[in-house]
């Protein structure tokens, strides 16, 4: 059975916002659509910037897809799957998330491929 | 059976487009082409010219390149005058000995400008406007003179002395007429048209007559008039007329006219029925035309009679008839226009004129004894109607209604007449100067062009002197919407509006947030484009705190940490210091912050210290500290008020006029936090030298004897643009209420991320339309636009100040939310005693170090 890390509140991500946490020795962007409580999670660093922002990113959508433009550059990763939108040559990780009793968590184990 | 040798003497403009024409038609295989010029370059864009003291490099301004010739087949000889004609042989000779063969020979050598006999023209800095040579010793001319006269105040003369404007050159304008533009303007037109480049800053002298140039007192030279007076100039450009260079032909015989010329039938052939002669050296029903549109018309004439003479044997299909000489120009900001018969010489003609003296507008139309035909027309101070009267002209259509109309401005409520391009027949010429009809453009349409960049690669339509480009417009968005093509101009997927559009809304729905917004005239979930476009929208008239719940998502990557992010992820502090003014002790605070972090420390080009390479968590301990210290946050990272740059002005400078320091001061502090399309920068400076670079900001600020004069719109970075001068002589107070009122203008009406410059040169009816609304309120909404901006002012708050007071903002600013540890992918080297990030390749040794260990 998938064990669950608890990270954070849902209420520390400002809506429509992203964070980053620590997690397996691992950078990930977590983002909070609107007032909602869905979120996403994603790997922090932006392979194209080289650096690891993703979660200072501002988030949207186009099309059907739900996204976030790095910072530096500002190409679209798709939240769900990571892919990157401009470049289908580069993804980053995606993880499976989940929020518990108001609180957001992340899966132990092996991330989510795609 | 042999290739056919024509000869083409001269490589300008009207030559290049003649063998254009031929190499590129379908009989192109039969002729061999070959070509020399005097110059040491191919063809180029003289009627662009000018634009060479704009940044526009020689290669910008070619009309062909070597390459081009050389994949044509065209044989070409730079720098080699054609100096014989051999008519029997059939062959011309060059300065350098070369001689070939024709077996048709074109004379293209344009003409040349002339320099009237007057004692002393021949000095150093006595120059001309014709060739990009003459361009290059003005630019060195300039730039050692203060002051420069131009000779002549006809088209080019005016366009000279633009240019020696632009060079910042004090500069006047003798005329010997009495009055400007006197060939293509009445005398009332002339008239205003004087005024309004005086109120730019030239100096206009008529009616005087050079006796002789002699040295100067106070300048380089003195200019003596046959009336006793006299100027000082450093510098003297002769733009007294051109001359056709019909050297080539006077010496070997061929028809001269009276006043020069190569004379021509409607074949353009000259008295030597193989020789014949195209663009400005050419004589046709004994005139000179001095524009490229004819000479192109020549070109075509000629190509088709030669292919008809020596391919088809075919009689030829096109004759040279006349062409149109009217023209529009913007010269030094003045629209100008003049069409058709412009004085009403046509017998029984009447004429009708409007005169504005408070909007300095002139316009005065010529039409037929019956009323019904259109003649002429001059207009001076809005030229907006010229593609209207001209197409009415040239197409010899009936003026629709009352011809006043044409010419009166619209009244409220009610459209001003104009002529529907739909009302145009097909074969209506649009664009004169490439002979590019309304047919060809829908065409281009119906092929699939649909922007202007189609139409221009597609037709060459307004490539050429630019006149016909909103008219090409008005055609290609017709035959866009006739084939139900909707041209998108939505901000992005998320909203069907401009920016324009969405602030109209945001202001008259009162919405104060992004959600509001999206709900009610928008959809999906936003992005990176309208989210940071609305934030700034609902920031310029609500101006709540940026990191509101509500508004936090919408801010760009800076504004969100109000910082600036660096290429590794970490962020540079940029205090304001307004106006550059900083104490000792306030210094000393940057200094110690910047040793106890370690931040690399630079002066920018904005009169302030950045402190770069500060991690997320220590923006928050940073900040109290600077806050602490008095110091504010600078924006640096906003679409807002950047810096106001000052000189020291009077208050220690020996040539200060008033006090720049503290007038920089006030307007920073009065319009720092101003959120807004992109961002805005001023400059003050105490005296017309100018140390504070005023003129390349948005808003300019100069101190003058009798008080402050305003410039607006300038710009440094990619594009830069001389700021416009705006007003002058201003005092304090209406200084700012005029600043309070463009900026708010600006805010209203801009496209987003379009800087001042690019808004002022986008807006209809450009700096004097912003006059209109700033200094007379046209629109009467001078109060509100101020009302917005005190608004904004009362409401200012320091956001970093407002940030680090509260305990639930701070904790955004680390960088992982469950963790207290730093970023680790930063990796830094230490270069002249500061550090920097490493580039890639340091990274990997560095790496390899610390795993090494
Ligand atoms: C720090 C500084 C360079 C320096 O070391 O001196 C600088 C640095 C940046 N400039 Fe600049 N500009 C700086 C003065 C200028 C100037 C000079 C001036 O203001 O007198 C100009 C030309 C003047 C003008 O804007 O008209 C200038 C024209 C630009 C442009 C081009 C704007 C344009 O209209 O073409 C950009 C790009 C943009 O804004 O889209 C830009 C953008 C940037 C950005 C924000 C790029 C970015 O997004 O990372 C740089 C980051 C600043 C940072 O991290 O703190 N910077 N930049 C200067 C900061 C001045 C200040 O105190 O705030
Ligand atoms: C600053 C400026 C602005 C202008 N603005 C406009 C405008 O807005 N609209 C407009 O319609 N027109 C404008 N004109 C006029 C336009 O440039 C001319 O009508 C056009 O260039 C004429 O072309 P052309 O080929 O006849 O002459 P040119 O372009 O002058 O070409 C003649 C060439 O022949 C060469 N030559 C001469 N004799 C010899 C020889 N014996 N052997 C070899 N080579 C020789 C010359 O060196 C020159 O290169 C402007 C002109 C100037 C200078
Ligand atoms: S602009 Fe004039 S007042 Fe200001 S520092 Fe320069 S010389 Fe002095
Ligand atoms: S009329 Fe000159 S470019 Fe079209």
């Not at chain 2, 947030?513 to 309208?530: M, S």
Request: charged share 25%; proline share 3%.
């Amino acid at each position: 059975m998938t064990q669950w890390t608890q990270i954070c509140a849902l209420t520390d991500i400002a809506p429509d916002t992203g964070v980053c946490a620590l997690h397996q020795g691992e950078q990930v962007a977590l983002f909070r659509l609107g007032q909602t409580e869905q979120v996403f999670a994603i790997g922090n660093y932006d392979p194209i910037g080289r650096a690891n922002v993703l979660s200072r990113g501002i988030v949207g959508s186009i099309g059907e897809r739900y996204v976030v433009a790095s910072p530096l550059y500002k190409q679209h990763f798709d939240l769900a799957t990571g892919e990157c939108l401009e470049d289908d040559a580069v993804t980053v990780k995606a993880y499976p998330v989940r929020i518990a009793a108001g609180q957001v968590e992340l899966a132990q184990g092996a991330a989510l491929s795609v | 059976m042999s290739k056919k040798r024509v000869v083409v003497v001269g490589n300008g403009m009207v030559g290049h487009n003649f063998i254009n024409t031929l190499a590129t038609s379908e009989h192109s295989s039969e002729f061999d082409i070959i070509t020399f010029s005097e110059e040491p370059r191919l063809a180029y864009d003289r009627v662009q010219l000018s634009k060479y003291f704009s940044g526009s490099s020689a290669e910008d301004l070619a009309l062909t390149t070597e390459s081009d010739y050389q994949s044509q087949g065209v044989i070409y000889t730079l720098n080699d005058k054609v100096v014989e004609i051999n008519a029997h042989e059939k062959t011309v000779t060059t300065a350098s000995g070369r001689k070939e063969g024709y077996d048709k020979l074109v004379l293209a050598t344009g003409s040349y400008p002339f320099v009237p006999p007057i004692p002393g023209k021949d000095q150093p800095h006595c120059l001309v406007y014709r060739t990009i040579e003459d361009l290059e010793a003005i630019s060195a001319a300039a730039k050692v003179s203060k002051t420069g006269v131009v000779v002549g105040g006809g088209l080019l003369g005016l366009e000279a002395a633009n240019a020696l404007k632009a060079a910042g050159l004090e500069t006047h304008v003798v005329e010997f007429a009495p009055r400007l533009m006197a060939v293509q303007l009445d005398e009332s037109g002339g008239k205003l048209l004087r005024r309004k480049i005086e109120s730019l800053g030239v100096q206009v002298h008529t009616e005087k007559n050079t006796k002789e140039i002699v040295a100067g007192e106070e300048c380089r030279y003195r200019m003596n008039f046959v009336d006793g007076t006299f100027l000082e100039t450093d510098m003297i450009l002769f733009s007294a007329g051109i001359r056709p260079q019909d050297e080539l032909a006077r010496q070997f015989n061929l028809e001269i006219g009276e006043r020069g010329g190569i004379v021509i039938n409607d074949y353009c052939q000259t008295s030597a029925d193989d020789i014949y002669a195209i663009g400005e050296c050419a004589l046709w029903d004994n005139k000179i035309y001095g524009l490229v549109a004819p000479g192109y018309a020549m070109a075509k004439v000629t190509a088709g009679h030669i292919v008809s003479q020596l391919v088809t044997h075919e009689p030829a299909t096109s004759a040279f008839q006349g062409a149109d000489m009217s023209t529009k120009l913007k010269l030094l900001g003045v629209e100008v226009a003049s069409i058709g018969d412009a004085h009403g010489r046509t017998a029984g003609s009447h004429s009708y004129v409007f005169s504005d003296d408070v909007t300095e507008v002139y316009k005065r139309l010529v039409v037929s004894e019956d009323g019904k035909k259109l003649l002429g027309a001059v207009l001076v101070g809005d030229s907006e109607a010229y593609g209207t009267l001209l197409q009415l002209m040239l197409n010899d259509m009936d003026i629709p209604g009352n011809p006043a109309a044409l010419i009166l401005p619209a009244m409220d409520g009610q459209e001003a007449v104009g002529l529907g391009v739909s009302s145009l027949p097909d074969t209506a010429q649009i664009c004169s100067c490439f002979d590019v009809s309304k047919g060809d453009i829908s065409e281009a349409v119906q092929g699939g062009c649909c922007t202007m960049g189609d139409i221009k690669s597609a037709t060459q339509a307004s490539t050429g002197c630019g006149g016909c480009t909103a008219l090409v417009k008005q055609v290609m968005d017709a035959e866009l919407e006739a084939l139900g093509v909707e041209v998108n101009t939505d901000i992005c997927e998320h909203f069907a509006y401009t920016r324009v559009e969405l602030a109209d809304i945001v202001r008259v729905q009162e919405y104060t947030t992004f959600q509001q917004v999206l709900e009610g005239h928008g959809k999906g979930h936003g992005c990176e484009i309208c989210k940071p476009a609305l934030g700034s929208i609902l920031a310029s008239f609500n101006n709540e705190y940026i990191l509101k719940d509500e508004h936090i998502g919408l801010q760009d990557t800076n504004d969100i940490f109000l910082g600036n992010m660096q290429k590794d992820g970490t962020y540079s502090i940029v205090p304001r210091i307004a106006a550059g003014e900083i104490t000792p002790e306030k210094l000393i605070v940057l200094g110690e912050i910047g040793r106890d972090y370690d931040l690399y420390t630079k002066i920018t080009g904005g009169q302030r210290i950045d402190l770069f390479g500060a991690q997320l968590h220590q923006l928050p301990e940073i900040w109290k500290k600077l806050v602490d210290a008095g110091f504010e946050t600078g924006h640096a990272y906003g679409k807002s008020l950047r810096t106001v740059k000052s000189c020291v002005g009077s208050t220690w400078c020996r040539y200060g006029l008033l006090d720049s320091v503290s007038m920089a001061v006030a307007l920073e502090d009065r319009y720092k936090g101003l959120r807004s399309p992109h961002k805005i920068k001023f400059g003050v400076s105490g005296c017309t030298r100018e140390c504070a670079e005023a003129q390349s900001k948005d808003i300019g600020v100069i101190a003058t004897e009798k008080g402050w004069n305003l410039y607006v719109c300038g710009n440094g970075g990619m594009r830069p643009r001389h700021a416009d001068l705006f007003a002058t002589e201003l005092d304090d107070e209406t200084l700012v209420r005029y600043i309070d009122r463009v900026l708010m203008f600006y805010i209203r009406t801009a496209d987003r991320l379009q800087r001042t410059s690019v808004w002022l040169e986008n807006l209809e009816g450009g700096l004097d339309y912003l006059k209109q609304v700033v200094i007379d309120d046209k629109l009467a909404i001078a109060d509100e636009l101020e009302n917005g901006m005190t608004k904004v002012v009362g409401t200012y708050q320091c956001e970093w100040k407002t940030t680090i007071e509260s305990p639930e903002k701070m904790k955004r600013f680390q960088h992982y939310i469950n963790a207290d540890a730093a970023d680790d992918n930063l990796l830094y080297v230490r270069e002249r005693g500061q550090r920097r990030p490493a580039t890639d390749v340091e990274r990997i040794e560095l790496v390899d170090l610390n795993s090494g260990k």
